[in-house]
């Protein structure tokens, strides 16, 4: 119950393209979904994150979509550039310790 | 620009030394994790500590020990490295929601 499943695995996406990420959990508990950025030789960053209390949330090009009946939500790259290449986690957590159980991450690769 | 830092960056060692990996921040963060990570596969948390003189295992389990004597400084000490500590070496650290990343540690051990 504590899982958070995500997938793809990996995506290879054109340049201009949309890029989706998905996550599923099960715990309801879970009130704080952020998504993650992890560039080669570098630790993750914080990209954006979303509450339950809304059902999207969009910063720039990218865009969560949250879903709380199906337990579900997803990250959106919209024109998608060969700089968004990265690892993206999905995470969720639960109350005040903000204790992230993560996905198992999707290798994205834009190609040109 | 998150001010934590990790060192080594790199280190390769030999089976049965013992090996302390550095991790500081500056940002006064009370929260701080030590994770496992196989080059771009998931995230395995291996330490935590919310506080000074506080510290817990993580969900994956490890031969490690960690210790948090100063807010800003939270090291893990490997007494015995084996081939299957090969890995890469997250540290984080946080006071809300969100957790600032170091840049890692490469471990090797032959």
């Known amino acids: 119950q504590q899982q958070v499943k995500q997938s793809p695995q990996s995506l290879i996406v054109q340049k201009g393209g949309i890029s989706i990420i998905n996550c599923a959990y099960e715990?309801?508990?879970?009130?704080?979904f952020p998504w993650y950025q992890q560039f080669p030789g570098k630790g993750p960053a914080l990209l954006i994150a979303i509450r339950p209390d809304v059902s999207e949330k969009k910063e720039g090009r990218f865009t969560i979509s949250f879903n709380k009946s199906a337990k579900q939500f997803s990250l959106h790259i919209m024109d998608s550039q060969p700089g968004d290449s990265a690892t993206y986690f999905c995470a969720a957590s639960m109350g005040s310790n903000y204790q992230l159980i993560w996905g198992a991450g999707t290798k994205l690769i834009i190609k040109p | 620009e998150a001010d934590i830092y990790q060192t080594p960056r790199y280190l390769v060692i030999g089976t049965g030394k013992k090996i302390t990996l550095e991790c500081s921040q500056t940002?006064?963060?009370?929260?701080m994790y030590w994770y496992q990570q196989d080059p771009g596969m998931e995230l395995h948390l291996i330490h935590y500590s919310y506080g000074v003189n506080s510290t817990e295992k993580g969900d994956l389990s490890s031969e490690s020990t960690v210790s948090r004597i100063r807010t800003e400084h939270f090291p893990l000490t490997l007494e015995s490295a084996r081939p299957s500590h090969t890995s890469q070496y997250l540290c984080?650290?946080?006071?809300?929601?969100?957790?600032?990343f170091g840049p890692g540690t490469r471990l090797t051990v032959l």
């Open positions: 940002m006064g963060h009370d929260k």
């Open positions: 984080a650290s946080s006071e809300l929601s969100e957790q600032f």
């Open positions: 715990n309801t508990a879970f009130d704080y």
